[in-house]
Structure formats: C-alpha cells, structure tokens
C-alpha cells in the first residue's frame, strides 16, 4: 500500500468507512489505464478501457492548469463548489490553495477513479476537516442530499449553487447520472430553502401562543416521559388520505393489540367507527384545526393521550378533552426557555410527520403507514370518504406535479405541499432506518414513499401484529408542584430578559440604519447627477465594518434563540440573495467598488427589516404575558413587573 493511499485511508475510515472499506477491497484498477504523457511524473491521464476514452483530452497537466485559472478568476470567493467527476484528483487538490473554500462535494461514479486518485493525491487533510467530500452518485437520497443544504457552510450558498462537469468525458458516459444528480440537488435545496419560512407572520403566531400556553404546558403531563415507552409491538400512524376508508374494518379488529397514532384530521372518521386511538398529534397553529375536536364526542375523547404542539391556538386546546401533553416543537426559541422535559416534537411540517417522530421516540421497531397518501385519489379526491372538511378539500391547482404512484406503477397527482410533507417521511425513514426500524406503507395508495416498505395492510397484520397480546396501558404523571412553580417562574423571567435585551438589540440596529440610509440617498443622488467619482469609499468600508458588527451579534448564540426563529423566514432569503453579491468576482479595482456599493444598497433593507422584526416579537411577547402573569398570581409567586403598554 503506497503512503499516499494509507494516509487517505486513515482520513476515510474515520469520516466516511463506508467508502473506504469499498476502496480498501480493490486489489489493482482493471477498467482503467493510468498513462503519464511526457516527463512530468503528475502529467497523469485516465483511460476508460472498455470505452477507449480518456478524461483528458489532451496533456491533463495543461487542461488543469486552464481550468484552474478558469476558477480563480470566476469562483475564487465561492465557499462551496460542486464536480461530477473527481479525474486524477490533481485540480480538486489545487482548489484547496484558496482559503475561501470550505467545502468541496465531489460525485464520482467509478469506484476506481477514486482509488487511482486517492493514490496520486493526498487528501488526508482535507477528508479529515471534512472540505473534500466524495459521494457515489448512485447512493446519493434526497435524506443525503439534504443533510448536504442544511450545512451552515453551504446552505446559506444555495443559490450560488451549480453542478460543474469535470470533463466531456463524464458528460458523455454520464449524462443521465448527472441530470438525476442534479435534480435531487435541486429538489433538497427548495426544501431547505422552505424550511427557512416565508412567512414571519406565522412565526409570532406560533410566539403568541407558545407563551400564552406556558401554564397549560408546564400543569400538564411532560414530553418526555413518553420515550421509550412504546405499549405494544407495532405503530399504526393514521392520515385521512382518501385511501383511508377501505383500511378501517380491518384497523378496527386489530385495535386492541396495536399502538393507533392518528392524526387530528382522523380523530372524528375513526370516532364514526368507534375506533379509539393511543394517540391524537396536532401540529398546526390554525384556529380551524379546532374544528377535529369539536367534530369528536368528548366522551370518546376521553382517556386518549393528545399531543398538541405548545404554539396550537387556544381554542383547539378548549375543545381537546383527552389527557394533554404539549410537547415543544424545536425551535430556537423554545430551545431558549430550557424546558427540555416538555419537548421536542413537530421537525416536520405535517401532523403525520409528527407522529412519525412520536412512534420513533417511542421505541417502535415497525411503524406502519396508513391513509398516507401524499396525493389524489383516481375520481380527485384529496381525503377520505367523513373528512370535516370534505372529501375534495384541496382543489387541483397548476402548480401540481407528477410523482410515482403507490407500487410504482405509473405516476399520480399530487401537490406542492404533500411532496413536503414527502421529503420530511424520506428523510426520516432513512435515518430510522439505521436504528433498525421497519416503515411499512399499507396505504395501498397515492404516492410512492421511498424507503418505506410497501405491504398490503392485511398482510402486515398477518406479518406483525400478535392478537394473543393487548396492548398496554399508558400512565402519566406531572411533575411536582414546587417544580411547576420554579417552571413558571423561570419561564416568566427569561421572557423579560428576552425583551430588554431585544430592545437593545434594536436600538444599535437602527443607529446603523440610519446612517446606511442616509449614505444610500447620497449614493443615489450622485449617481442621478452623474458624480459617482465623488463617492467617499472609505465611509462606505465604515459602514460596511458596523454592518459586519451587527452581523456579528445576530449569529451569536443568544441573539439566535431568542430572535433566530424570527428573522430567519425573511433574512434567510434575503442572505441567499446577498450571497450572490459575496462570491462575485472582485479582481479589478472598479469590480471591488461596485460590489461594495451593491453590498451597502442591499444592506439599507435588510437593517430595516431586521429592526422591524424584532419589534415585532417583541410587541408579540409582551401581548402574550398576561396569561402567565394570572398563573403567577393565582398561586401567589414572585415576579419582576414590567410596562406592558404596547404600541404598534
């Protein structure tokens, strides 16, 4: 074994042993030539045996050199690049030299080409602070891909993102490998931009509520007595897919010796069938999710474990009549309170992603999906036969999209936002998938979930369910009065701290504002009388500086939970926008001014926004008080009194 080699062993075994165990059993390279073309001994070419053609097309040393320059001139400020193909190695090793780079992602579809390489070039170093990662193309998932876009180095590049070609050579064996590459990149990269949000509405909605909630929450039974306490051997996650219908003779035999966690949407279908579930999950933060349980007999209600996100509305809380536990959903600023007994729960965007989550925390090893179907029925359906909202709840838009049916037999319709709800069970059944857990879908139905197991459901009973064993009961238990009481007052007072320490916060980004404002005007009017070599490049590098400095407070740690949940819908994307600015070309003197410019101009909004963001949570948190303030009082507690007067 050459040194070189061993070294990047080393570094695999430890980063990815997955792929080094794979390169450690080839022996020697048979589909491939290496050939050195003249006396330079790293002027090194591959030839594809089988196909008679080389990577390179001429001497390898000079095409990498003409690429290189190609790079330093236009992607020398990226901090993320991506190849399909990964040659000699030789270039990507060269890419290293520029200290922007943080991550390089290489697809490389021949094994052997990463043996060769891994022979000529030393990447040791860099495997090991994980900047060089090497994928096979042909394992890449969409769970993959996306753990790739949720890397703080990466994703806030997402839009500088493209897929380069390393050589013809791989454009010609390989084209449809790259474009399938290409479109799951595609595809984690829209989904990490809308887990971003694009709505920070809905974010002080769930604010309002989570706060308001406080007392319910911290009175009622914890989250986290629920892990590991699974009360059969199989979960049953119950949507109101339209498929729904046909499964329930058979869900209601084996009822008593099954886990039934069902959404909300299919409390009151399975109430019409008497049908009682272990567990409801709601998730949305809606007033019109209230309407499941107002459809549902309160007595049937009675004894089920209901699982409501702390940031629901309060009139979905009225009108749920079982046993409540709420669980946080994990965002920064719950994370911020400390209460970790109560959470987490709700990574996902649906109530049956939810239940997901719940039945993995549980410590089921087979989960099995029904209704799940992620898309519309043949006759356009989009629920099942009782839905309160009714059986064609969502109309067909042009925005739908095809995807794979149920057994992969033909494509079927579905939306926008089930192929969410899609991504999240893929990923989540991927990463499951290494703690030994079998997902069955016996929707029989809509979309196909990749990873999942398709199974008849009549089979999985036959399969997995034992009806010589009922299942258990679950007891749950609040914590002590003396702890509740330490909750709520500890809850109270990090609220006030998050306040005074966000009008602070505030105060510095408007003085900043301010002064980005003012030189914006001045900016503009020189360019409107045609005065732009009177522009002072040393304020704007001032100014510049402050931006950075308020950058610097936004990512830091406390700012982040307490405000992150808030900015991050709109400053996200406005950051993906400014990113485009970062890693532009900047070599001549006249392209470094013009980007300055462009930096200060974008920067006018995004201060405005950011300020008026805070404010914002700010007005929210303080409006949500009250109910907490009355618990406090009721039970006689101490608490430091603040001006609540709100003005809008």
Request: hydrophobic residues 40%.
């Amino acid at each position: 074994m050459s040194e070189i080699f061993e070294k990047n062993i080393k570094a695999l075994i430890e980063k990815n042993p997955l792929l080094a165990s794979k390169l450690f059993s080839i022996k020697t390279h048979k589909n491939f030539e290496v050939v050195q073309q003249g006396e330079d001994p790293i002027n090194l070419n591959i030839i594809d045996i089988k196909n008679k053609f080389p990577i390179y097309k001429t001497q390898p040393l000079n095409e990498i050199q003409t690429k290189q320059k190609i790079f330093e001139e236009k992607y020398a400020r990226y901090p993320v690049l991506f190849f399909y193909g990964l040659g000699n190695g030789i270039f990507i090793k060269l890419l290293f030299a520029n200290p922007s780079l943080k991550k390089v992602y290489v697809f490389e579809p021949n094994l052997e080409i990463i043996y060769i390489a891994m022979h000529i070039v030393d990447f040791s170093e860099e495997i090991k602070n994980k900047k060089l990662e090497i994928l096979l193309p042909q394992e890449l998932t969409f769970s993959k891909a996306f753990n790739i876009f949720s890397h703080k180095d990466v994703q806030l590049f997402a839009k500088t993102f493209e897929l380069h070609i390393y050589s013809d050579y791989y454009e010609k064996f390989f084209s449809q490998s790259i474009l399938e590459i290409n479109k799951i990149l595609i595809r984690a990269i829209k989904q990490t931009i809308i887990n971003f949000g694009n709505d920070t509405i809905d974010t002080l909605i769930g604010i309002e509520h989570h706060i308001n909630n406080l007392p319910l929450m911290l009175t009622s039974p914890h989250f986290a007595q629920l892990k590991n306490k699974k009360n059969s051997d199989i979960a049953i996650i119950v949507s109101t897919g339209p498929s729904l219908t046909k499964q329930l003779p058979l869900l209601k035999k084996i009822a008593p010796f099954a886990t039934l966690i069902s959404v909300d949407a299919s409390l009151p279908i399975l109430a019409q069938y008497d049908i009682k579930p272990d567990f409801v999950t709601s998730l949305e933060r809606v007033e019109a999710t209230a309407k499941f349980f107002i459809s549902t007999p309160k007595q049937f209600q009675k004894d089920i474990i209901m699982l409501h996100a702390s940031l629901q509305h309060e009139k979905v809380l009225k009108n749920s009549y079982g046993k409540k536990i709420l669980p946080m959903r994990p965002f920064r600023y719950t994370r911020y309170f400390g209460l970790h007994k109560y959470g987490y729960l709700g990574i996902g965007m649906s109530a049956a992603n939810m239940a997901y989550e719940l039945a993995y925390l549980m410590k089921y090893k087979t989960i099995v999906l029904i209704g799940q179907d992620l898309a519309y029925a043949e006759d356009g359906s989009s629920h099942t036969k009782g839905h309160v909202f009714g059986e064609k709840q969502i109309p067909h838009n042009e925005t739908d999209e095809f995807v794979i049916k149920y057994g992969g037999n033909g494509k079927i319709k579905t939306t926008k936002v089930w192929n969410m709800f899609r991504n999240f069970f893929e990923k989540d059944i991927e990463d499951t998938k290494k703690h030994g857990i079998i997902t069955i879908n016996a929707t029989e139905g809509g979309a196909r979930i990749h990873g999942a197991i398709e199974m008849p459901f009549k089979e999985v009973i036959e399969k997995y369910i034992d009806t010589s064993k009922p299942k258990k009961d679950i007891k749950l238990r609040t914590l002590s009065e003396s702890t509740i009481n330490k909750n709520l007052q500890n809850s109270y007072n990090k609220i006030i701290k998050m306040i005074k320490y966000g009008e602070k916060v505030q105060n510095k980004i408007e003085k900043v504002f301010l002064k980005v404002a003012k030189e914006c005007e001045n900016l503009v009017k020189l360019k409107d009388k045609n005065q732009l070599e009177n522009i002072d490049y040393d304020k704007l590098i001032k100014l510049s500086s402050k931006i950075d400095k308020i950058k610097d407070i936004i990512e830091s740690r406390k700012f982040s939970l307490m405000f992150g949940e808030t900015i991050q819908s709109y400053l996200v994307n406005k950051e993906l926008d400014l990113a485009k600015i970062m890693v532009r070309p900047s070599n001549k003197e006249i392209e470094k001014k013009a980007k300055l410019i462009d930096w200060i101009m974008n920067h006018k909004e995004w201060l405005f926004m950011l300020a008026g963001s805070i404010n914002a949570q700010i007005i929210v948190v303080k409006r949500s008080l009250p109910n907490l303030i009355n618990e406090l009082e009721k039970r006689k507690l101490d608490y430091e009194k603040i001006n609540l007067n709100i003005e809008n």
